[in-house]
């Protein structure tokens, strides 16, 4: 069994981190090619939205590999973002992205850089999977790292951001010597107290060496639901978004598939054409509690890949 679906009830991030799948098998992935200057990354789906739906149906996303992956296929997208806790696992998930003719160019990776004393151990982690990815041609390894703890009101000391950062871009720089970006990450923990943490690990690092992921809804909902912080944001940062995390709600409650709603996502298209950027795309519209219940978990997302391309279709068919 991969997945836990009572703590998946229990618990707001934690299939993020303690529920990626181990898959059975092993083989290689033939390398991708993507072409254009800015090399063109096909709209992806991160599992953990299928995760939610899987749960909602009383299934376990990956419990059969087989059958989990042949039904995201169905859907048309074609590039599938997983997340990994250690090295092993990639080579048993790639025999069934071949036999699916699906790509993995960006990965999602547990870290822990805030305490000296860990933070070297999660690296090394990290950089197993990156080289345990080479056969697969990925470009982007996401991470958020971990919070001191899930549920808990504590924020990380500054000694701690501080050490954060430094690790960060440690990793990046290590990733990118293989050809890789790394992407920071966050939920809405990290936008607390003035957003010092989202700030500072971005604003102590190498934009060369650490890009962002804008989770477009968690930093709207991390701030009170505010599309001015998320735009003011996007200003201060947009050059260095190398991936966006697309999910969309209505009155603050995420909705089963991606259109219309809070977020005003064909100003974010204009906002980041304005500065020539053109991140990789990956949905991620997932469930909560309050989420309408009408679709299945294939309908979703095929109505997610027909929102994303008249958003942002003017990127995807050059």
């Known amino acids: 069994m991969l997945f836990?679906?009572?703590l998946f009830k229990n618990?707001?991030?934690?299939?993020?981190?303690?529920?990626?799948?181990?898959?059975?098998?092993?083989?290689?992935?033939?390398?991708?090619?993507?072409?254009?200057?800015?090399?063109?990354?096909?709209?992806?789906?991160?599992q953990y939205s299928w995760i939610t739906f899987y749960n909602r149906e009383g299934r376990e996303w990956a419990a059969d590999p087989d059958i989990s992956l042949k039904e995201f296929a169905s859907t048309g997208i074609k590039a599938y973002e997983p997340a990994f806790?250690?090295?092993?696992?990639?080579?048993?998930?790639?025999?069934?992205?071949?036999?699916?003719?699906?790509?993995?160019?960006?990965?999602y990776v547990n870290s822990a850089l805030h305490k000296?004393?860990?933070?070297?151990?999660?690296?090394?982690?990290?950089?197993?999977?990156?080289?345990?990815?080479?056969?697969?041609?990925t470009k982007i390894i996401v991470t958020n790292p971990s919070p001191l703890a899930w549920g808990s009101a504590e924020n990380k000391s500054d000694e701690e951001l501080i050490e954060q950062a430094k690790n960060m871009d440690k990793l990046g720089a290590e990733l990118r010597k293989r050809g890789m970006k790394l992407a920071y990450h966050t939920h809405d923990v990290e936008l607390r107290?003035?957003?010092?943490?989202?700030?500072?690990?971005?604003?102590?690092?190498?934009?060369?060496?650490v890009s962002l992921c804008l989770d477009v809804h968690w930093v709207y909902r991390g701030s009170g639901n505010?599309?001015?912080a998320l735009f003011d944001i996007v200003k201060m940062y947009g050059k260095r978004i190398a991936e966006l995390h697309i999910r969309q709600s209505k009155n603050g409650i995420w909705q089963e598939s991606f259109g219309e709603g809070?977020?005003?996502?064909?100003?974010?298209?204009?906002?980041?054409?304005?500065?020539?950027?053109?991140?990789h795309l990956v949905l991620e519209q997932c469930l909560e509690k309050q989420?309408?219940?009408?679709?299945?978990?294939?309908?979703?997302?095929?109505?997610?890949?027909a929102g994303v391309q008249k958003v942002f279709g003017k990127w995807l068919n050059k």
Not at 13 to 34: D, K, M
Not at 193 to 209: D, G, I, V
Request: aromatic share 6%; net charge positive; proline share 6%.
């Open 4 to 6: 836990n679906s009572s």
């Open 11 to 46: 618990k707001r991030f934690v299939e993020r981190r303690h529920f990626i799948q181990s898959l059975a098998g092993a083989a290689i992935l033939p390398v991708v090619s993507f072409t254009n200057k800015e090399e063109f990354l096909p709209v992806s789906c991160n």
């Open 85 to 107: 806790n250690h090295a092993g696992e990639v080579a048993k998930l790639l025999p069934f992205l071949k036999k699916y003719q699906l790509v993995m160019p960006s990965v």
């Open 116 to 137: 000296k004393d860990d933070a070297q151990k999660s690296i090394d982690s990290v950089l197993g999977i990156a080289d345990a990815l080479k056969a697969a041609n």
């Open 193 to 209: 107290a003035a957003a010092r943490e989202f700030h500072h690990t971005l604003q102590a690092s190498n934009p060369e060496n």
């Open 226 to 228: 505010s599309q001015v």
């Open 262 to 279: 809070d977020i005003d996502y064909p100003r974010l298209v204009t906002t980041l054409d304005a500065m020539k950027v053109r991140p």
């Open 291 to 305: 989420s309408p219940n009408t679709m299945t978990s294939v309908a979703a997302h095929k109505a997610d890949l």
